[in-house]
């Protein structure tokens, strides 16, 4: 028998993904139910069964519903915002293609002699931000997870909460293979997220 092709949006994915990563028991409500939001897609192409003259089903109430919302006020609260920053020497390495040539040679092979101003201006030693990203936390004492792309090439990155509060972490571990990077910073009682078990999903 061929199997017939499943079609599942990224609203869909979240939905299954999500609940894996649980809120803690202080700011967490019930388990988002997977089985609910699964078993009302179908395979692509296939129709839903004829009626056979049961009774039809109840409809499900509002509050059994899970929403988009529902998910981002569980776990909002734990999402950080990361700005990743570097040593000028480093930033600059990072952000060149050829090693060799200065921040502003690349402007003169096109014409442009004059040094980028923002070059001059900055202040030596001071770190130079490499973007921005997000992560969330996971341990209430100060560990984040986030991407690897975010926080490469990082000596230190800010972490931004919810609350407005900043902390500034060096201590970053990255695995560059799976893309997965862990930040630990000094703080007490976060609000954080806490890992599911993917063998307790169910299907249906």
Sequence with gaps: MNRLPISVSPLVALFVCLPLVA???ATAQAPLPIGFVWSHFLPAGAQPAPSTGAAPAVPATTKDRVTYRDVVKRVLPAVVSIEPEAARHAAHAAARPFPDEGPADPLRRFGFPN???DESADEPGKPVPL???SGFV???SGVVVTNYHVVR???QVEIRLKDGRK???KDIKVDPNTDIA????????????????????EIG
Aim: aromatic share 8%.
């Design 153 to 155: 090439g990082a000596d």
């Design 131 to 133: 973007g921005t990203g």
């Design 138 to 140: 996971v341990d209430p």
């Design 23 to 25: 809120p803690t028991p």
């Design 115 to 117: 040094v980028n101003p």
């Design 167 to 169: 902390f500034v972490a």
């Design 182 to 201: 862990i930040v630990r910073f000094q703080a007490k009682d976060l609000p954080h997220l806490q890992w599911g078990d993917s063998a307790d999903m």
